[in-house]
């Protein structure tokens, strides 16, 4: 069997390491990643292929940095000439970014059978570019792997049952890797002992809803700087971020350091008080690290967490997130659910794969 894997930003590095890994205890499965480019910076990309031992991308097709049409296009003509010379039994996606799109439209053009892990997801926001792009792969999808009962639910609401395709509830492939890579971060990492770092809140920031609003982004840089009043914020900034402050000459208080790897993250998650984002992924490891999170976001695709008490969506409202902010420092909760299964997700998904 031959699985052809699209990845291109960050977070696919981090999903993809979890199953490339499972797909590795199966010699009878040959596996090829595609990278199309989307994220390049070392920082971004070639540190987590380092990192996590992911295997080298066999192509990597340097697109980056384009509108979404540009992008999202080359990356379709450059994927299907791959596609037509590997024929792939099957063609592998993750997530909800514009590699996530190009990848699905690529196959199903060629009639590949298509599985997307991280299926179902919504945040019923269409002037999102991520919910756009998981619509369409979803639809397009043969096998759907979502994370848990919310997204599985989401596809049924929108009548996948009708629909030429089996869809499971697997887990989280991120907590597959959270737990895998965790035992050994803490001997690859020095960031907090370099960063001098004990009592700290950890934030990233990059979504688009608020990057390419002004106003969004001065006051969430105007709630940063308060809460780093009270404990230290550390920001690990997107490119994107870092070039809209500099343009937009926001001031931001708190300590930015470059992108880090997997390993300096998962130390920062063990360590830090809490976290405040609007990543996706970072959502659900805060909960993985027993760590509160402040979702500066609109909605949030992790109902579940929120609904717990363990996450507080907070938009950009300077009040909600001083509040949550305050309410988490004293708040004592167990974080002993299972909302995104039991850490196997990537061995279900191989099987799954498998029996087609
Ligand atoms: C993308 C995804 C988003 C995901 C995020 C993960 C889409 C539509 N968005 O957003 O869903 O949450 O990745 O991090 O696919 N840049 C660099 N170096 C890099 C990468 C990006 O400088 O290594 C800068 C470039 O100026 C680029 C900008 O960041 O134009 C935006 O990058 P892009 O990949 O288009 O979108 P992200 O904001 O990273
Ligand atoms: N991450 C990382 N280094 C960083 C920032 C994030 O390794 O400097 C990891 C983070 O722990 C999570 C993933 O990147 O595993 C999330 O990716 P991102 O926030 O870029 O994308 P999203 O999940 O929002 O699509």
Aim: proline fraction near 3%; hydrophobic fraction near 40%.
């Amino acid at each position: 069997m031959k699985i052809l894997t699209v990845v291109g930003a960050r977070p696919q590095f981090i999903k993809a390491a979890a199953v490339s890994r499972a797909i590795s205890k199966h010699s009878d499965i040959k596996e090829m990643i595609v990278h199309t480019g989307q994220h390049y910076d070392e920082n971004m990309s070639e540190i987590f292929f380092r990192e996590m031992e992911i295997p080298e991308p066999a192509i990597n097709l340097g697109i980056k940095g384009k509108t979404h049409g540009a992008m999202t296009g080359q990356m379709l003509e450059g994927l299907e000439k791959v596609m037509l010379a590997e024929k792939p039994d099957v063609v592998l996606i993750f997530g909800d970014t514009n590699s996530t799109l190009a990848g699905a439209l690529a196959a199903r053009k060629l009639h590949l059978k298509l599985a997307h892990v991280e299926a179902g997801l919504r945040s019923f926001n269409m002037l999102m570019p991520e919910e756009i792009n998981r619509i369409v792969a979803d639809r397009l999808s043969n096998l759907l792997f979502c994370t848990s009962d919310i997204p599985l639910n989401n596809l049924r609401n929108e009548g996948f049952e009708n629909f030429d395709c089996k869809m499971f509830n697997v887990g989280d492939v991120m907590y597959d890797a959270a737990l895998f890579y965790s035992k050994k971060s803490a001997a690859h990492s020095t960031i907090i002992s370099k960063l001098g770092l004990k009592d700290f809140v950890l934030c990233t920031l990059h979504r688009a809803e608020n990057t390419d609003h002004k106003s969004r982004l001065v006051a969430l840089a105007d709630a940063l700087n308060k809460i780093n009043d009270r404990v230290p914020v550390v920001l690990p900034l997107h490119p994107r971020t870092k070039k809209i402050l500099a343009e937009e000459k926001i001031k931001l208080n708190v300590k930015i350091i470059e992108p880090v790897g997997y390993f300096d993250m998962l130390e920062m998650l063990k360590n830090c008080r809490m976290v405040v984002t609007d990543s996706g992924g970072l959502q659900k490891e805060a909960f993985y690290f027993h760590k509160f999170c402040i979702t500066l976001r609109d909605e949030t695709e992790y109902p579940e967490l929120v609904e717990a008490g363990y996450n507080k969506v907070t938009g950009a409202d300077g009040k909600l997130i001083e509040q949550a902010f305050e309410n988490f420092l004293s708040l004592k909760k167990d974080f002993s659910e299972k909302f995104f299964g039991n850490g196997d997700a990537s061995g279900k998904i191989v099987q799954h794969l498998k029996a087609g």
